[in-house]
């Protein structure tokens, strides 16, 4: 696939820090954001990324029209699907985009794309010499320096002197720690390797990042055996079959030998009732 070009690169940063902070309204210590990202690779090595932000009732009553305001042009010319802004069940407010992967270098562009707190993110997919396993790793570091100024881009920041309501974030308290959570999901192919690090949750990695300046190291592998191919399993087929055919061999001359002795046996009572 071509390489993505610094404008739709630009773009999805733009996007993504968008969605991962809006943090302009909030304004009071009790407003919440909250992220997930979701990275899902099949086994033939093609997937999607999705996006999910979450406002709840308190930050849409700060902005009404936040609905209205967000916008999502440039996210959608650089292939991403938007699914909303909706309304949440308790009065917030959901926005959830979708991106397709074809290769686990598109994978590694998506993730970086996003900006803060996700860095040095990378998606890699090798198949064995012998094609008989294909190993899938997602690595990487969740980490958000500079608390809400993280989210703005350079231009932006120069040209307002700081983040944007830094007075109003100051004054409420609010805190990215306290005020947002950004979680990373990763399903990979295959069975997961022992190194890996993350909570298992119903069968999908888990990572929180951390919003308080410290840092999470990232690190999944995953190891298949696509198609049931390779010689290990070539091996394994050939011994079933070696054994069906040994019981069926070994059940037939079993049967032979009873039989046999039954013809035997029967000869003797026919021999011994003539002698009579």
């Known amino acids: 696939m071509p390489r993505r070009s610094e404008p739709d690169r630009s773009r999805a940063s733009r996007l993504a820090r968008l969605v991962l ?26 997937g999607s990324i999705t996006v999910t932000a979450v ?28 699914d909303g802004p909706t309304a949440t069940d308790d009065g917030g407010l959901r926005v959830v ?72 974030l100051a004054a409420s308290g609010a805190t990215p720690a306290d005020n947002m959570a950004v979680m990373l999901r990763a399903d990979l192919p295959g069975d997961v390797d022992e190194r890996s690090n993350g909570t298992d949750v119903d069968g999908v990695r888990t990572w929180e990042a951390p919003l308080d300046g410290s840092s999470a190291a990232v690190q999944l592998q995953t190891v298949q055996r696509p198609g049931g191919g390779g010689l290990w399993s070539l091996l394994a087929t050939t011994l079933l079959v070696l054994f069906v055919l040994w019981i069926a061999a070994a059940t037939a001359f079993l049967v032979s030998v009873v039989r046999a002795r039954a013809r035997k046996a029967q000869r003797r009572r026919r021999a011994l009732a003539r002698l009579r």
């Open 97 to 168: 985009l979708t991106h397709p992967v074809t290769s686990a270098a598109e994978a590694t562009n998506l993730l970086n794309s996003l900006g803060p707190p996700f860095s040095e993110m990378a998606v890699a997919r090798q198949v064995s010499d012998d094609g008989d396993t294909t190993t899938t790793t997602l690595t990487g570091t969740l980490v958000l320096t500079g608390g809400f100024d993280a989210f703005a881009d350079a231009d932006l920041l120069a040209a307002v002197g700081g983040s944007p309501y830094a007075d109003e």
């Open 55 to 82: 406002a709840d009732a308190d930050v849409v009553e700060q902005a009404p029209g936040l609905a209205t305001d967000l916008r999502f042009d440039d996210a959608v010319a650089a292939g991403w699907a938007l």
């Open 21 to 46: 902070g809006v943090v302009g309204v909030l304004l009071l210590a009790s407003c919440r954001v909250d992220a997930t990202v979701e990275v899902l690779i099949g086994p033939d090595g093609t």
